[in-house]
């Protein structure tokens, strides 16, 4: 990538529950179009980071910077304006169960954004379209797959305009039979330059999608490059060992 033109910046990030450390020190910076991908093992402090960035859990320590200004982790207007910028995709949905497909998509659009009603819906059919869910708009969760619902929860982020998605393991909640229409759709953002990070043990998303690998460990970050580096035929990495592990485990699912 020539010129890179970063978007976030994560300095130093730490948080702690209790006496336990989940992360210790993170620090990563984000190009524009660029897609960083989380792996290691579970517990390493992957969903975390990733909450800590959107703010919704606050870090004990440690920066982030947007577009070059600090959020203040304290002041709302900073805390909402994150928000509106960094769209996150959740492992279990989030959906509103009382809500249909294109009204959990709207809501946001009329809270947040005093979209107009005609217009918050024309733009959330417009990404119900774009996930391949443009006729199951009236239907409610209960009445969709989980891939369904994890189409629908991607329609609601992306109906924000968001600068970057952070994806939490949004395959592992999905039965294997119904993981392939979520890898396409996320495949589909990133042909379009969508700027992503994301945690995931989908071994097609690790290989094809990163530009660079960061494996979390113990609460720290403590391998990173790009996959054709850390994932080469007889590399010893921790990254390549991992991936070797989610390969074998794959095989003997199928």
Not at 4 to 18: A, D, E, P, Q
Not at 181 to 191: C, F, N, P, Q
Not at 243 to 249: A, F, G, I, K, P
């Amino acid at each position: 990538m020539t010129e890179k033109m970063v978007i976030l910046r994560v300095n130093n990030l730490s948080k702690s529950f209790g006496d336990s450390t989940i992360l210790n020190s993170v620090s990563i910076e984000l190009a524009k179009g660029e897609i960083k991908v989380l792996i290691g093992p579970s517990g390493g402090g992957k969903s975390t980071l990733l909450q800590c960035i959107n703010c919704l859990v606050v870090p004990d320590a440690g920066e982030i910077e947007l577009d070059n200004a600090r959020i203040q982790f304290t002041r709302k207007q900073d805390i909402y304006r994150l928000r509106q910028q960094v769209g996150m995709i959740f492992q279990d949905f989030n959906l509103f169960d009382h809500l249909t497909a294109l009204d959990n998509i709207t809501i946001a659009l009329r809270k947040v954004k005093k979209m107009p009603k005609k217009e918050a819906e024309k733009r959330a059919r417009l990404e119900l379209e774009q996930v391949g869910l443009g006729d199951k708009e009236t239907l409610y969760p209960a009445q969709l797959s989980g891939g369904q619902k994890q189409r629908v929860a991607i329609a609601r982020a992306l109906a924000m305009d968001p600068k970057i998605l952070l994806l939490d393991e949004p395959t592992s909640a999905l039965d294997p039979t119904l993981i392939g229409e979520v890898i396409s759709v996320i495949k589909g953002l990133a042909v379009k330059g969508m700027t992503m990070i994301m945690a995931t043990h989908q071994i097609s998303l690790i290989y094809n999608l990163a530009d660079e690998i960061l494996f979390m460990e113990n609460g720290r970050i403590v391998e990173q490059g790009p996959p054709a580096a850390l994932l080469a035929a007889g590399n010893k990495s921790k990254s390549q060992g991992f991936c070797d592990r989610l390969n074998e485990l794959s095989e003997v699912e199928g």
